[in-house]
């Protein structure tokens, strides 16, 4: 067949080219066909080119056979040049030669990895904040994750007009999906509809532009106005997650669509477990593309934390958010028959009434009407409640009452237990208090240095993390424990540097909303040198650049950069 001249590709992907590595040999059984991503650069400049038909002859070509239905996966052809499709070991050899052909490599699997949050960061409530409503309502945050619940009070468009007329996608939401004027569009790359299932997506959405909804908890705790930080602006969401994982070639296609239909902005709280090569990389492709419209990238740094050269978002030209803790953390009191109050971590929404039951130091699974105090969690169908020896410096969600304590508050209570004929005590419900010490990097938070290119400092900047409570999906586990934990909830605690990476797309996009015609380069440059300096990390392990990058993102400074910049 006819090849394409390498010159009919822009530079833009010249540009990329000089930033790959080569490309790893793979072990597999020659006639295993695995998924591979065949990426071409940017799309050829004359109208005459057709992707498709392109994609079509040249699996053709290195398979051999006239009928390659079975085979492609998905071509990329709106916003880049490329597709996925199943091929063999020494097929993905043939095609990586190929003239036009940037890079070959297998599709991986990808993991997804607030009350008060924005207020910790300086940005308020209503009229407290500065902002600029018209052109806050044409910005466009599309959001890659597992789906989003349309129905919630976070995305209702009481009081929105029509979308921007920049707007080119569609709403493909699935059966009983329906867009409105704050959820203005909605793909689906999983084949289950762009419904959220998991509560993730639903999640990260409302951190970044959810809209402001009084009396948001989990079930009290955390009360008050959960919204994102630019309320006024329209979400389009993006599904490449299912409820087990998230795929490189969906995700490349959600860019391909996200670019072509119109954001200004991407948040992608999804990361592998290591850094690759950006030719490899389909998070890095696909920002590097939107990057060259106009479009910043905003991605979690990973949950790998605290080694070190555990960030998996390296590419410069992707804005790559930490995790912190903030000024509002969740204790879960443990009360034993002494009057002794021990405070451990959780987010404990079940209320013992205060009753006293007896304490039981387990080795193992005892049923029975006790409280166990035990190194590990046994789970809600063997005792009342909980005591474990897993302090942390963030809280989670137990399908039933359960505190972590310290390892010295946890062995006061193994003595106390050992030491009392009939030891007795109770969980009482989770409080929120003040954390003075905060924002401190979070322990899970992935640290450089940047294994790709060890001059760039990653991650570039740090964000709340940290219990964040935030819009869920009635259809979601607010625990990890799906089987146990049937309760439903309309807005929920996460922590994760998925939280925190939304957390910074709302403060791009607020940034964006004043100067709409600043480059990805200047809003990122805005944002990472007005950061806050950062404390050590509570883990023992000291927090450095490699742990927070430029600092704590602080959104009103970046403001105030932008107008001493219009001054200069």
Known sequence: MEKLPANSFCLLSCVLVLF?????????????????????GSLPSGKEYAPMSHHVSILQEITGESSIEDRLVRSY???????????????????????????????KKLQIQTTASWDFMGLKEGNKT??????????????????????????????????????????????????????????DYTGEGTRDLDGHGSHTSSIAAGNAVAGASFFGIGNGTARGGVPAARIAAYKVCNSTDCTD????????????????????????????????????????????????????AGNSGPSPTTVSSVAPWILTVAASTTNREFLTKVVIQNGKTLSGRSVNAFDLQGK???????????????????????GSDVAVATIINDRTNFATISPHPLSALSPDDFDFLVSYVNSTKSPQGTVLKTEAVFNQKAPKVASFSSRGPNTIAVDLLKPDITAPGVEILAAFSPLGSPSEDKERDQRHVKYSVL???????????????????????????????????TAWSMNASDTGVASTEFAYG???VDPIAALIFLIQSDNI
């Open 77 to 107: 052809k709106r916003s880049f040049n490329g597709f996925a499709a199943g091929l063999s070991q020494p097929e993905r050899e043939r095609m990586a030669e190929m003239e036009g052909v940037v890079s070959v490599f297998r599709s």
């Open 130 to 187: 500065k902002r600029n409503p018209a052109v806050e309502s044409d910005t466009i945050i599309g959001v890659l994750d597992i789906g989003i619940w349309p129905e919630s009070e976070s995305f209702s468009d009481k009081g929105f007009g029509p979308p921007p007329k920049k707007w080119k996608g569609v709403c493909s939401g699935g059966k009983n999906f329906t867009c409105n004027n704050k959820l203005i569009g909605a793909r």
């Open 495 to 529: 922590s994760g540097t998925s939280m925190s990476c939304p957390h910074v797309t709302g403060v791009a996009a607020y940034i964006k909303t004043f100067h709409p015609d600043w480059s990805p380069a200047v809003i990122q440059s805005a944002i990472m040198t």
């Open 249 to 300: 070639d969906a995700i490349l296609s959600a860019f391909d669509d996200a670019i072509a239909d119109g954001v200004d902005l991407i948040s992608i709280s999804i990361g592998g477990e290591e850094a690759i090569s950006y030719e490899e990389d389909t998070t890095a492709i696909g920002a590097f593309h939107a990057m060259a419209k106009g479009i910043l990238t905003v991605n979690s």
């Open 20 to 40: 790959l590595s080569s490309v790893s040999a793979v072990t597999d059984d020659p006639q295993d066909k695995q998924v591979y991503i065949v990426y071409m």
């Open 356 to 378: 006293n039951y007896p304490l039981v130091f387990a080795i193992r699974q005892v049923k029975g009407n006790n409280i166990f105090v035990s190194r590990y969690s046994f």
């Open 550 to 552: 430029a600092g704590h």
